[in-house]
C-alpha cells in the first residue's frame, strides 16, 4: 500500500465554523467542509451535477440522521460529506477526498 | 347516436350558473345543448358578498364564472339578452333581442326582485334599492352628494345596505315597519340586543316607522314622513323591503303560479309544464319562497338529477343562518321563535357584553328546534347539528348557551355526528363525504377544501370542518406532524417562544437545549431567522454565518450559475438622476446585466463573489445601502407618485412608501413582505396584491392585509379603512410582529392568514383590540429591530476580517472556469451547455 501524496492547502484558520470554503487542488475544485463541535473536516468535489455550477461549498451543512450532509444552495439535493453520495438519488455520488489537519495546516490528497 | 338535446336556463344569477356548473359535472352534459339568457350585463356574481364590492372588490373579483367556461363546455351565453315570451306548445323562447330558441328542457332561474312599496313619491330621485352591482354604482354615485342616508327594512338585506351606507361617509338611519330587527329570524330580546349593536356602531334604528310619504325635504333632498306624524329628512332612501318573485315571464305563458305569485314547482322542482322547470327565488314550493342560495343550489341539483332519471327530490329547506352583521355575529336556527306546539325557551342576556342566546326545545326537553345567537354565535355549528340531525340533547341544554369560563368543551365533537350530517350548508357537504375525502388522501383544510367544496361558500362551517379533521386523523391514527425538522421536535412558532422565554441567541445553544444532531438547512435557516427577527443582531457574525441560506450568506441572490446579482435600495422606486447614474457607472465597470425589476428598482446581475465587496464599496461610497432582496425579509414598497404630480393623487403616496421602507428595512421574517402605497383608488401600485398594502382615501388611508400576486395570487383583505398616518404605522408593527412570531417557516403572509383559526377577524381582534394584550410587547420589538437597523453590506466592508469569505478559492486567485457569458442584446448572460463547449474547444485551440 502506497502512503497518501498529502497536499497543503491552507490554515486551519481560513476554515469556516460549520460552513465551507473552496480550494483549487491541481485543477480540481474541491469543497471543504468544517464541522467544529467535532472538530472534523470533510471534503468533495464543488459540483453540483443538478444545477452543473460550483456551488456545493456555499451550501448549509448539518446532518440526516447522523450522517453529515450538505444541501446544495440552488436546489437543496443532499449529498453525503463522507462519501459524497446524493440522498436523493442514488444514482448520484460526487467525488470524495481524505482531508486531515495537521500542524494547524488543512491537507487533502486526491 | 342520437342528437342533441336543446336546454335553455333563463337567467344567470347565483342559482342559474350553479345548476350550470352542476350540470357540466354530471354524466349528461354531453347530451345537450345549452343555451342561457342573462338579462344583466355581466355573468354571474356572488351577491351574499355584494357589500365587499364597496371595500374594494370589484366586479370580476364577485364573479362565480370561470374564466373560459361557457367556451370550454359550449354553452351558448346571450348577454345582456332577456328572455320575454315562452310558447309551451310550440316549445320555443323568444328574447328581447329578437333570437328564437326552439328547447326540449328549459329551466326558470329568474330570481327575484326587489319590492319597492307603493308609497307615494317612491320613484323620487335619490331614492334606491340595494340588488345589483349596477345599483351600489347608482349608491355610490348619490353618496358623494349626499349627508344623511335612509335605509327601509331592518331585515339582513337591509342592515347590510346601512354598513355600506355608513362606510361611504353618510348619517345612517334604519326604518323599520315592525318592532323588531331581522323580524324573520330574531325574537324580541335578540333582536333587542342586535339593535343595541347596530346603535352603538353610530347607526340609528326607528323602530315601528310605517312611511306614509315620500316628499322633498327642506335640509336635505328628501323628507320622509311617517304615520305617527313624525318626519325624517334624509338625502338618500334605499329600500330592503324584501322580494318578489320575478314570474312574469311564466304569468304570460300560462305556468301555474303560486296563491302569491313565484313559480309552483313540485319535489322534482318541475312546473305544470313537464318540460319546463324553475330554480331558486323564482320558484315558490309548496307556498314557500325560499330567499337564499343553499336551497337554490339544493333546487339546481334536484333539476340534473331528474334529467339524469335519478331521485333526487326537494323537500324545503332549512333556512337557519349566520352571519356577521356589520361586525356583530347573529344566528338563527330553525324554529326561532318557538311557534312549535309545546315548545319550551332557555335564554341568557349579557347586556354587559351584549351577548344575547336563546335555545328552543321540545315538549321533553330531549331535542333542539331553534335557537338565536346574538353577539356570539361561536356555538351555531354544535347546535344546528343537534337540531337538524335531532341529536339527543345533554342533560343540561342550558350548557350549550351559558358562559363556559373553564376550558372545559361542551360544543359537540364532531365524533357524535352521524354519517349524513350535513356539514356545509352551502354545498351540501355531509359528513360522510369529507370523511371518505381523508381517507382518500386529503390531510389539510386546503385540501378538502379543494376535494369537497366544504367551507369555500360563507366559511361557516370551517371551525367543525376542522375539528372533523382532525378527530378523523387522530383516530386513524395519523399524527399530524408539525415539527420543524428531524432536529427540532417543535414547530417555528414554539422555536420562536422559547428563543424569547430563554434568551437564546445561538443555534448551538438551542439545538444543545431543544432539539438533536447537527441541524439542516431547514432549521439552520429558520433559526437563523428567528434569532435575526429577534435580536437584529449582524447575520453574518461569526456564529450565525452557518445559518445563512443561499443568498444571506454572501448578501447577494445567488443565480443559476454560482453568480449573485446586487439589488441596492431604492426607497419607494424613487430615484435621482445622480445615483442612477452613479449605478451605471458601476453596472458598466463590472460588466453587470441590468434590469429593472418588479419592486421598482435595479438589479444587477453576472458578479462573482470576489466582486461583491467591491462593488458594494463603490455603491455605498454613492450613497446606495443593502435592498435585502436577498433575505426573507421587507424587500420593496412600491409606490405611484401619488398627489405629488398625479392629477388624480388624493395623498402623498411616494412619502409615506419612502418612510415605510426606512421604517421596516431589514426587518427579517418567516418569508419576504412586499408593500405597497397607492395614492389613489385608481390603485396604481396595485397595493391590494401586497403583504401589506395602502391606498389612500378622502379621509385617510385604507390598509389591506395578506395579499399576493406570484403563484397563488390572493387579494388583499381590507383590515381598516380611513387611517391617520400614526394609527397606520402602529397597526402595521403590531401586524409585521405578530406574523414573524406565529407564521410558519417560508409562510407567506397570504398562507398564514389562510391557515389562522378565525380569520380576518382573529387578526383584527388582537392588533386593534388587543384581545391577547400583546400589542404594547409587539410594537416595542418592531422598535427594536427599528433601532438596532444597520445596512449589512456597510458592515461587511467595513470590517477586513469579514472579507475573507468573498472568494472562490481560499488558496487561489483564479477565477470559477465554470462561469462564462456570451452576449445578448448588448448584455452579458450566461453559456449554455453547448456554448460552453464551444467556446472551451475555441479557447484550446
Redesign the interface.
Known amino acids: 500500500m502506497s502512503a497518501k501524496q498529502w497536499i497543503d ?2 490554515s486551519q484558520n ?1 476554515l ?4 465551507g ?5 491541481e485543477d480540481k ?1 474541491i469543497a ?1 467542509f468544517y ?1 467544529n ?1 467535532e472538530n472534523k473536516v470533510y471534503a468533495i468535489n464543488n ?1 453540483d451535477p443538478f ?5 456545493l461549498s ?9 450522517e ?2 450538505v ?1 446544495s ?2 436546489h ?1 439535493q443532499h449529498f453525503s460529506l463522507k462519501t459524497g453520495q446524493c440522498f436523493e438519488d442514488e444514482n448520484v455520488r460526487i467525488e470524495s477526498y481524505s482531508i486531515r489537519i495537521e500542524k494547524g495546516r488543512v491537507e487533502v490528497s486526491l | 347516436m342520437s342528437k342533441k338535446q336543446t336546454l335553455v336556463v333563463i337567467g344567470n344569477g347565483m342559482v342559474g350558473q350553479t345548476f350550470l356548473s352542476d350540470l357540466m359535472a354530471s354524466k349528461i352534459k354531453d347530451q345537450y345543448a345549452v343555451i342561457t339568457f342573462c338579462e344583466e350585463p355581466r355573468v354571474a356574481y356572488d351577491r351574499v358578498h355584494l357589500t365587499e364590492y364597496f371595500s374594494g372588490k370589484s366586479a370580476e373579483d364577485l364573479s362565480m364564472v370561470e374564466e373560459g367556461f361557457f367556451e370550454t363546455n359550449n354553452i351558448t351565453l346571450h348577454l345582456g339578452d332577456k328572455a320575454e315570451t315562452i310558447d309551451l306548445k310550440g316549445k320555443t323562447v323568444l328574447s328581447k333581442k329578437g333570437i328564437s330558441i326552439s328547447y326540449d328542457k328549459l329551466v326558470l332561474a329568474t330570481g327575484s326582485f326587489p319590492f319597492v312599496p307603493p308609497i307615494p313619491g317612491y320613484d323620487r330621485e335619490n331614492c334606491m334599492v340595494y340588488r345589483t352591482i349596477e345599483d351600489l354604482e347608482a349608491i355610490t354615485l348619490a353618496a358623494k352628494t349626499a349627508k344623511i342616508g335612509s335605509v327601509v327594512g331592518g331585515g339582513l338585506l337591509g342592515l347590510e345596505a346601512a354598513k355600506a351606507l355608513q362606510d361611504l361617509g353618510l348619517k345612517t338611519n334604519v326604518i323599520q315597519f315592525s318592532p323588531r330587527l331581522m323580524s324573520a329570524q330574531l325574537d324580541d330580546g335578540g333582536a333587542k340586543m342586535l339593535a343595541n349593536k347596530i346603535e352603538a356602531l353610530g347607526i340609528s334604528v326607528l323602530p315601528n316607522k310605517n312611511t306614509l310619504e315620500i316628499v322633498e325635504g327642506e335640509r336635505c333632498k328628501n323628507k320622509m314622513i311617517f304615520a305617527d306624524g313624525e318626519e325624517l329628512e334624509t338625502d338618500l332612501i334605499v329600500f330592503s323591503t324584501g322580494i318578489r318573485p320575478r314570474d312574469e315571464i311564466a304569468r304570460a305563458c300560462g305556468l301555474k303560479l303560486g296563491a302569491r305569485g313565484g313559480i309552483a314547482i313540485n319535489n322534482q322542482c318541475k312546473t305544470s309544464d313537464p318540460d319546463v322547470y324553475a330554480i331558486g327565488e323564482c320558484a315558490v314550493w309548496n307556498e314557500q319562497i325560499f330567499g337564499l342560495v343553499a336551497p337554490g343550489y339544493a333546487m339546481g341539483r334536484t333539476v340534473v338529477s331528474d334529467l339524469l332519471g335519478g331521485t333526487v327530490s326537494f323537500t324545503g329547506a332549512d333556512m337557519s343562518t349566520k352571519l356577521k352583521l356589520n361586525g356583530v355575529d347573529v344566528a338563527s336556527i330553525g324554529d326561532a321563535h318557538a311557534i312549535t306546539e309545546g315548545a319550551l325557551v332557555y335564554s341568557y342576556q349579557n347586556e354587559v357584553e351584549g351577548i344575547y342566546k336563546r335555545l328552543v326545545v321540545s315538549k321533553n326537553g330531549k331535542k333542539l328546534l331553534g335557537a338565536v345567537l346574538v353577539g356570539e354565535a361561536s356555538g351555531y355549528g354544535t347546535l344546528l347539528q343537534y337540531c337538524l340531525n335531532e341529536i339527543d340533547l345533554p342533560e343540561n341544554p342550558d350548557a350549550l348557551i351559558l358562559p363556559h369560563r373553564s376550558d372545559e368543551s361542551v360544543g359537540l365533537g364532531s365524533d357524535a355526528l352521524p354519517a349524513t350530517a350535513q356539514i356545509c350548508s352551502c354545498f351540501d357537504v355531509n359528513k360522510g363525504q369529507i370523511c371518505s375525502a381523508i381517507e382518500s388522501g386529503c390531510m389539510t383544510i386546503a385540501a378538502l377544501k379543494n376535494e369537497t367544496k366544504a367551507a369555500t361558500g360563507c366559511g361557516g362551517c370551517l371551525p367543525l370542518l376542522k375539528s372533523v379533521l382532525d378527530s378523523e386523523l387522530k383516530s386513524a391514527g395519523i399524527a399530524v406532524n408539525t415539527d420543524l425538522c ?2 427540532f421536535p417543535h414547530t417555528r412558532r414554539d422555536l420562536y417562544n422559547i428563543v424569547m422565554v430563554e434568551d437564546i441567541k445561538t443555534f ?1 445553544d438551542l439545538i444543545e437545549h431543544h432539539g438533536s ?5 431547514i ?3 429558520a433559526v437563523g431567522s428567528i434569532l435575526a427577527s429577534y435580536w437584529n443582531e449582524y447575520v453574518l457574525e ?1 456564529n450565525h ?6 443568498n444571506d ?2 448578501l447577494a441572490n ?1 443565480q ?3 453568480t449573485y446579482s446586487i439589488v441596492p435600495r431604492m426607497t419607494g422606486g424613487e430615484v435621482s438622476p445622480d445615483m442612477l447614474i452613479a449605478l451605471g457607472q458601476v453596472a458598466k465597470k463590472y460588466k453587470l446585466y441590468t434590469k429593472v425589476t418588479g419592486g421598482q428598482r435595479i438589479d444587477m446581475f453576472g458578479a462573482r463573489v470576489d466582486q461583491l465587496p467591491l462593488i458594494w464599496k463603490e455603491l455605498i461610497d454613492a450613497g446606495f445601502e443593502s435592498g435585502h432582496a436577498y433575505g426573507k425579509s421587507l424587500r420593496t414598497v412600491k409606490s405611484c407618485v401619488g398627489s405629488t404630480w398625479c392629477r388624480y393623487g388624493i395623498d402623498d403616496s411616494i412619502s409615506l412608501a419612502v418612510a415605510l421602507e426606512n421604517r421596516y428595512k431589514g426587518l427579517r421574517a418567516p418569508h419576504k413582505i412586499k408593500f405597497a402605497v397607492s395614492g389613489c383608488t385608481r390603485e396604481c401600485a396595485e397595493a391590494q396584491s401586497k403583504d401589506i398594502g395602502i391606498i389612500a382615501t378622502e379621509n385617510g388611508w385604507n390598509l389591506y392585509v395578506c395579499g399576493n400576486g406570484g403563484m397563488k395570487p390572493r387579494h388583499g383583505d381590507l383590515f381598516a379603512t380611513n387611517l391617520d398616518k400614526e394609527t397606520l404605522i402602529k397597526y402595521i408593527d403590531r401586524i409585521l410582529v405578530f406574523y414573524v412570531r406565529s407564521a410558519d417557516r417560508m409562510q407567506r403572509t397570504s398562507v398564514w392568514m389562510e391557515n389562522m383559526e378565525g380569520g380576518l377577524d382573529y387578526l383584527k381582534s388582537i392588533v386593534i383590540e388587543d384581545k391577547l394584550n400583546i400589542c404594547d410587547k409587539l410594537e416595542a420589538q418592531m422598535q427594536h429591530v427599528i433601532d438596532t437597523y444597520q445596512c449589512e453590506w456597510k458592515t461587511t466592508i467595513e470590517d477586513e476580517s469579514n472579507l ?2 468573498f472568494r ?5 486567485d ?1 477565477q ?1 472556469q ?1 462561469v462564462v457569458f456570451v452576449e445578448q442584446r448588448g448584455q452579458i448572460r450566461p453559456a449554455n ?1 453547448a456554448e460552453q463547449k464551444h467556446l472551451k474547444i475555441a479557447e484550446e485551440v
Open positions: 492547502v491552507c481560513d469556516q465554523a460549520d460552513s470554503i473552496c480550494a483549487l487542488v475544485q471543504i464541522m463541535l459540483f444545477g452543473k455550477a460550483n456551488v456555499r451550501g448549509l451543512i448539518g446532518d440526516i440522521k447522523g453529515p450532509m444541501a444552495p440552488l437543496k | 428531524e432536529h448551538d444532531g447537527r441541524g439542516c438547512e432549521c439552520r435557516q461569526k454565518i452557518s445559518l445563512q441560506d443561499t450568506t454572501f445567488m443559476k450559475d454560482g475573507k469569505r472562490h478559492f481560499v488558496n487561489s483564479k470559477d465554470n451547455s
